[in-house]
């Protein structure tokens, strides 16, 4: 486990090759307990393969990584049973009920009994009107809020999240930010993917950019507010020069 | 239909099997499948002195139609199958709303699609061996070779026809109309006591080389398909499926599977809420082990020596594995991967684990069968020695083999080679022992268990150690 000290999250030289293609490309950045912090990048820049390699999804092809002072190539599980995790593709298990989706994500996390938790969430993210339909009949916004419910069921310290809030209503996306900021001012940390660079300028304490599986560019969003830069100019100078 | 929409649909069918097999293994499908055929047809005067050729014609033709039948299911739950393996599919064929083309237009250039793609990947391979094998060693019945192209490719066309008018059927009447409509004919059939063969013409076709036959094979195929097109329903609303909570409880009662119970639980709720239920997998038995019985009652008769029991057990302990193709069939191990603190050995135990608890399935019908042949104990406890055997080693191989997605592997050609070396030779040398020692067959197959086990541990290494999952 991390001191109070230690990063949450650490990639040193990070690499990962599929091939020919290389992925991601020597990456290295550290993120401190109780920071938001966003990866920012345009499609195919590599965010997804990081979150893969850094949740211990797949193996890197050099350099290494610690999550809560834990390598995820080497104890994956280990890994994953500490943190929370909302993928890029949200695809609950199709047959059963959102209610079940959420007792088999306790079971396998051996959370015990959780049943007044199930319910607060359904009632915060308002779809207690879902809970005994079949996740495969779910519209896309009615997963998404059941993927974030099982990501952060068992408050984890650290939470990887690929797009959020694409297909929530303005009302969730707000309760989801508050809840994120929440999460954050209680020392958990938040490591987030995203293109929509005006949440992750509301959201995130720091931000970085990826381009072609390189970090190009890092900085702290309350310096920018100090420079009075949009963090869209920045991402923009940053990837195109601009 | 537009040629642009048919090359489109033409390209994404290659490209989602490339994706999923690999682009040279799915090439070498079709060839292996060839090979396959070649190999049968050069036994074929063996053959035909055991089973009567009429039966081996019917079997093969039969086969071509429940193929037929099986791409038109995928073809239309395709999506959700789909969906599953690569998150969110986009299929040109549901795209109607997108693209400026209607959606008749649309099932026309899938129908025809699927036509040329399949009889070019299953059919014509296959008559191309028995093309090979005739030119090379029985010149005599070469003349046949265009016939069984033309019977089987029909025999293909009027499963997927069929299959299409029974979800037309379906969306537009209902579940129970979908399966009345199949069911009656099936009765009456047997009420009027019509030959099975006469429900399929193109078989008929084979036999008589009738122009009425001919026209009749067309008619089925064709009009099937006008009046699906003619009432084709697109854009029905999802039917929204709610189910009173039974995970925790069922979990509750697995646990003697620990921490797998939870695992197990939702696998057999998997099976037990999509369509069909539990019945599909005894179906997926009792189909193939119904006609294979049948072979065998014919092929028997020719060795009064043999024991049908111990030949059937062997049979059905390879097919039993069917249990497992299920039970993998619902979700994909990244999906757990990638939220979870699991890892896909896990994921493969607790399919195990469900397959265990299914298994029990197998002895049954095996014990069904032995009271109803008379057969004495000996011969029952030898055949539960080589069911127990048969079954555990075929399951160990499609878990290597197939990881946890046995289905989607069988188009990968090394695969389907692997398979068939290493489970042909293991039931050859059974059925011979079969037919000289019931003790030798029960020792042998006593002998497969830790056989078994040490492949399935394998398989679990082998599951953890790919990255395979991410297509």
């Known amino acids: 486990m991390p001191t109070a000290k230690s990063p949450a999250i650490l990639a040193s030289n990070m690499m990962k090759s599929y091939g020919p293609v290389e992925a991601v490309r020597g990456v290295s950045f550290s993120v401190a307990p109780g920071e938001l912090f966003g990866l920012l990048g345009p499609n195919g820049s590599g965010k997804t393969t990081i979150v893969r390699l850094l949740t211990g999804q797949i193996r890197p092809s050099d350099g290494s990584s610690r999550v809560l002072g834990m390598d995820p190539a080497k104890d994956p599980v280990g890994v994953r049973s500490l943190v929370g995790i909302i993928p890029d593709q949200a695809n609950p298990p199709s047959f059963l009920t959102c209610e079940e989706y959420l007792e088999f994500v306790a079971g396998i996390r051996k959370l015990g009994d959780v049943s007044g938790s199930i319910t607060a969430w359904f009632d915060f993210?308002?779809?207690?009107?879902?809970?005994?339909?079949?996740?495969?009949?779910?519209?896309?916004?009615?997963?998404?809020?059941?993927?974030?419910?099982?990501?952060?069921?068992?408050?984890?310290?650290?939470?990887?999240?690929?797009?959020?809030?694409?297909?929530l209503d303005p009302i969730i996306q707000e309760k989801i930010k508050a809840y994120m900021k929440d999460h954050v001012a209680r020392g958990g940390t938040i490591f987030f993917c995203t293109h929509a660079l005006e949440i992750a300028e509301q959201l995130c304490t720091r931000v970085a950019i990826i381009e072609k599986g390189r970090i190009i560019r890092e900085g702290r969003v309350a310096d920018m507010r100090k420079r009075r830069e949009k963090l869209s100019a920045f991402f923009m100078r940053a990837v195109r020069g601009r | 239909m537009t040629l642009e929409l048919f090359r489109a649909m033409m390209r994404e069918e290659w490209r989602i099997h490339s994706s999923l097999f690999g682009s040279a293994m799915f090439l070498l499908f079709p060839f292996v499948l060839a090979a396959f055929s070649f190999a049968g047809s050069f036994f074929l005067p063996v053959l035909s002195l055991i089973v009567p050729l009429r039966t081996?014609?019917?079997?093969?033709?039969?086969?071509?139609?429940?193929?037929?039948?099986?791409?038109?299911?995928?073809?239309?739950?395709?999506?959700?199958?789909?969906?599953?393996?690569?998150?969110?599919?986009?299929?040109?064929?549901?795209s109607s709303r997108s693209?400026?083309?209607?959606?008749?237009?649309?099932?026309?250039?899938?129908?025809?699609?699927?036509?040329?793609?399949?009889?070019?990947?299953?059919?014509?391979?296959?008559?191309?061996?028995?093309?090979?094998?005739?030119?090379?060693?029985?010149?005599?019945?070469?003349?046949?070779?265009?016939?069984?192209?033309?019977?089987?490719?029909?025999?293909?066309?009027?499963?997927?026809?069929?299959?299409?008018?029974?979800?037309?059927?379906?969306?537009?009447?209902?579940?129970?109309?979908?399966?009345?409509?199949?069911?009656?004919?099936?009765?009456?059939?047997?009420?009027?006591?019509?030959?099975?063969?006469?429900?399929?013409?193109?078989?008929?076709?084979?036999?008589?080389?009738?122009?009425?036959?001919?026209?009749?094979?067309?008619?089925?195929?064709?009009v099937p398909y006008a009046l699906s097109v003619a009432f084709l329903e697109a854009d029905y609303a999802a039917r929204e499926r709610r189910h009173r909570e039974r995970l925790a409880g069922a979990a509750r009662g697995l646990g003697f599977a620990r921490n797998l119970s939870f695992l197990v639980a939702k696998d057999l709720l998997d099976l037990y809420r999509s369509e069909g239920g539990f019945g599909k997998v005894l179906f997926t038995l009792l189909l193939p082990l119904g006609l294979t019985s049948a072979i065998l009652s014919v092929f028997l008769k020719f060795i009064p020596s043999a024991d049908f029991l111990l030949i059937f057990s062997i049979f059905l302990g390879v097919i039993s594995s069917s249990i497992y193709n299920w039970l993998t069939e619902f979700d994909m191990a990244s999906a757990y991967g990638s939220t979870l603190p699991l890892k896909s050995s896990d994921v493969m135990?607790?399919?195990?684990?469900?397959?265990?608890?299914?298994?029990?399935?197998?002895?049954?019908?095996?014990?069904?069968?032995?009271?109803?042949?008379?057969?004495?104990?000996?011969?029952?406890?030898?055949?539960?020695?080589?069911?127990?055997?048969?079954?555990?080693?075929?399951?160990?191989?499609?878990?290597?083999?197939?990881?946890?997605?046995?289905?989607?592997?069988?188009?990968?050609?090394?695969?389907?080679?692997?398979?068939?070396?290493?489970?042909?030779?293991?039931?050859?040398?059974?059925?011979?022992?079969?037919?000289?020692?019931?003790?030798?067959?029960?020792?042998?197959c006593a002998f497969l268990l830790p056989v078994s086990l040490v492949f399935l541990r394998k398989a679990y290494r082998r599951a953890d150690s790919s990255e395979a999952l991410y297509f």
């Not at chain 1, 079949?134 to 419910?149: E, H, I, N, V, Y």
């Not at chain 2, 033709?61 to 995928?74: N, P």
Request: charged content about 10%; aromatic content about 12%; hydrophobic content about 60%.
């Open chain 1, 125 to 167: 993210l308002e779809f207690s009107g879902d809970r005994k339909v079949l996740c495969k009949d779910l519209s896309q916004g009615t997963r998404q809020k059941l993927m974030f419910a099982q990501a952060f069921l068992h408050k984890p310290a650290v939470a990887f999240i690929d797009e959020p809030l694409i297909n």
């Open chain 2, 56 to 94: 081996l014609a019917l079997l093969v033709h039969s086969t071509f139609f429940l193929f037929g039948a099986s791409v038109g299911s995928f073809g239309l739950l395709g999506r959700e199958v789909l969906n599953r393996r690569f998150g969110h599919a986009s299929l040109v064929a549901f």
């Open chain 2, 99 to 222: 693209l400026p083309v209607s959606e008749r237009e649309i099932l026309t250039s899938f129908v025809v699609k699927d036509c040329v793609y399949y009889l070019a990947l299953w059919v014509f391979p296959f008559v191309l061996g028995f093309a090979a094998a005739s030119l090379a060693f029985y010149p005599i019945v070469l003349h046949w070779v265009p016939l069984v192209l033309l019977t089987l490719s029909l025999s293909f066309l009027f499963g997927l026809s069929v299959v299409f008018l029974l979800s037309t059927i379906y969306v537009r009447l209902g579940k129970f109309a979908a399966v009345l409509a199949p069911g009656v004919i099936v009765a009456a059939a047997v009420a009027l006591r019509i030959p099975a063969e006469t429900l399929l013409p193109p078989f008929l076709l084979l036999l008589g080389q009738d122009p009425f036959t001919f026209v009749l094979s067309t008619l089925l195929i064709l």
């Open chain 2, 349 to 444: 135990r607790g399919k195990v684990f469900g397959y265990l608890l299914l298994s029990p399935l197998s002895p049954l019908l095996l014990l069904a069968v032995a009271i109803a042949r008379g057969s004495p104990l000996a011969s029952v406890a030898a055949a539960l020695f080589a069911l127990a055997g048969t079954c555990a080693y075929s399951l160990a191989i499609t878990a290597l083999l197939g990881g946890l997605a046995p289905n989607i592997l069988l188009y990968n050609a090394k695969n389907f080679l692997l398979y068939f070396a290493l489970i042909a030779p293991v039931s050859l040398v059974a059925f011979f022992l079969s037919l000289s020692s019931a003790p030798g067959l029960a020792a042998f």
